[in-house]
């Protein structure tokens, strides 16, 4: 459930059945984060939230709702963006290359670029929009190699190098980006 507070922003509301107490944290996105027993109704969390207002602007380092929103504004931009260009680049390079793979999914992972599982699942993340298309390509590279080889052995590394031989490079310009949103 999300709440809406005119000084915090959106407030994220999460009932949790193992919970005994009413705890405030920092969602990954900066929002304020209540989590609170299964059974609290609307009215309860409200008024903690009312009652603890100074504690929480005291206690816990929260992002500006403006830069929240200003966030989320580009994070569906870039989902967009993403929708209509990686999961085609990704097949292009899987047909080329001779590559199959079950699902892409699209992530705003704060920490990864990409993964692939192995029920051969790749996740790409909306963030790659952001990087040139040469380091795009390197990361989807990377990941459909992960469909032969789930590690990062000698054998996968001379499998991406044969389809992008300036990986090297490309793995050391991507370090400048961040793949948070």
């Not at 944290?25 to 209540?34: A, Y």
């Not at 929480?56 to 929708?83: S, T, V």
């Amino acid at each position: 459930m999300i709440l809406s507070d005119p000084e915090f922003g959106e407030v994220i509301i999460r009932k949790n059945p193992l919970s005994k107490s009413v705890r405030f944290s920092v969602s990954p996105s900066g929002r304020l984060q209540m989590s609170v027993p299964q059974h609290t109704s609307d009215f309860l969390v409200r008024r903690f939230l009312k009652i603890n207002r100074d504690l929480i602007r005291e206690k816990i380092p929260l992002g500006d709702p403006k830069a929240q929103r200003a966030r989320d504004a580009k994070k569906k931009i870039l989902m967009k963006k993403a929708k209509e260009y990686l999961p085609y680049r990704l097949e292009y390079y899987a047909k080329l290359y001779g590559y199959t793979y079950d699902k892409c999914r699209l992530s705003h992972a704060a920490t990864r670029w990409g993964s692939c599982s192995s029920n051969r699942t790749i996740s790409l993340n909306i963030g790659l929009m952001q990087v040139p298309e040469p380091l795009r390509d390197y990361v989807i590279l990377h990941e459909l190699a992960h469909l032969n080889h789930l590690d990062h052995s000698a054998a996968f590394w001379a499998e991406v190098a044969t389809h992008d031989p300036r990986y090297k490079e490309h793995r050391q310009k991507l370090k400048k980006f961040s793949p948070g949103v």
